[in-house]
C-alpha cells in the first residue's frame, strides 16, 4: 500500500533523509511516503493560509524511477491546493511547470485555484 502522512519522529525522519540527501532532517515536522510499511521517500512543508512552501521532496534511491516521486508530489500539491491560496517551491524545476507553475525568483510559483494535474494518457 502507497501513503503518505505527516510525522514528527524525528528518528524516522533522520533516518530516510540520511538515504536520500546524506544530512539530518532540517526540523521536527516532515512527510514521508511509504510503500509496503517502508519509509522511501521525505518532504518538508510549511503551511499557512496564504501560502504552502515545498522545501525538497526526495525518494530513496531503490525506488526511483517508478512514477512514486511524482505520486508523492502530485498528492502534497493537491493537498497544499486546499489549504493555501499559493503554492510555492523553494526550487527552480522544469517538472512543476507541467502542472501550471511559473519560476519566480528562483522559486516555481502557482496559485492554488491554477493548477492542473496532466495524466500520462493526455485525459
Do not use: W
Not at 35 to 52: F, L, M, N, R
Not at 54 to 75: A, M, N
Not at 104 to 118: G, L
Amino acid at each position: 500500500m502507497l501513503q503518505y502522512f505527516a510525522t514528527n519522529d524525528k528518528k524516522q525522519l533522520d533516518e530516510i533523509m540520511q538515504d536520500i540527501f546524506g544530512k539530518d532532517f532540517p526540523g521536527k515536522v516532515g512527510y514521508v511516503l511509504s510503500y509496503e510499511d517502508k519509509v522511501i521517500g521525505i518532504a518538508k512543508v510549511s503551511v499557512t493560509p496564504e501560502e504552502s512552501h515545498i522545501e525538497f521532496v526526495g525518494i530513496s534511491k531503490l525506488y526511483r524511477k517508478k512514477g512514486l516521486g511524482d505520486f508523492f508530489t502530485r498528492s502534497l500539491m493537491n493537498t497544499l491546493s486546499y489549504v493555501s491560496k499559493v503554492i510555492i517551491i523553494e526550487y527552480v524545476a522544469d517538472y512543476y511547470l507541467k502542472f501550471g507553475f511559473t519560476k519566480k525568483n528562483k522559486k516555481m510559483v502557482i496559485n492554488s485555484e491554477d493548477i492542473v494535474f496532466p495524466s500520462k494518457c493526455g485525459h
